[in-house]
């Protein structure tokens, strides 16, 4: 089992839809957890932060499930400028150093 | 605020050439990461340096190596390319006191002929 995993998507959607990601994770003793945003041939971009008692900003909504051992991504009322890869990383165990899944690609359609 | 920059934004080598990529962190970050992305890929850890020293390393290969400057600026070396080389480098700064957010640069896209 990869130790962060996504669904590498892609996910279509309209605009205005709400859709949500989830990422995996193996080790149960992770601590920090983060969603970035990569567009085509650019650099991933820091989204947020994952927090015990999950956070919002905006349309985005981050939330922890330590006993399923994931991390979720909601975006609501999707933009077209949503469509992007989004990458989860996860410290695992105690290392500070984050470990990437592959990315889940959205598509937002008009 | 200065964001994280490198240099040079493309490359272009031939198989068994060396390469060098330069970096440098986001003002007030001392820790700087570099990253292998191939396409479809996450981005995938090679090694962190912080205090000038290499303070952890991914599943590269000793073909794979790097320094850190007093300014904290970094450099990725890469020696006897190969085909599989090929990818977007990508470098990260964070600061080592915490919070451990990464911040990336626009990357390196490599490409080994």
Known sequence: RKE??????PFNVPEGATVAFNCTYSNSASQSFFWYRQDCRKEPKLLMSVYSSGNEDGRFTAQLNRASQY?????RDSKLSDSATYLCAVNIGGSYIPTFGRGTSLIVHP | DAGVTQSPTHLIKTRGQQVTLRCSPKSGHDTVSWYQQALGQGPQFIFQYYEEEERQRGNF??????????NYSSELNVNALLLGDSALYLCASSFAGGPYEQ????GTRLTVT
């Open chain 1, 4 to 9: 962060v995993e996504q669904d590498p998507g």
């Open chain 1, 71 to 75: 991390i979720s991504l909601l975006i």
């Open chain 2, 61 to 70: 290969p000793d073909r794979f190596s790097g320094h850190q400057f007093p």
């Open chain 2, 103 to 106: 911040y990336f640069g626009p």
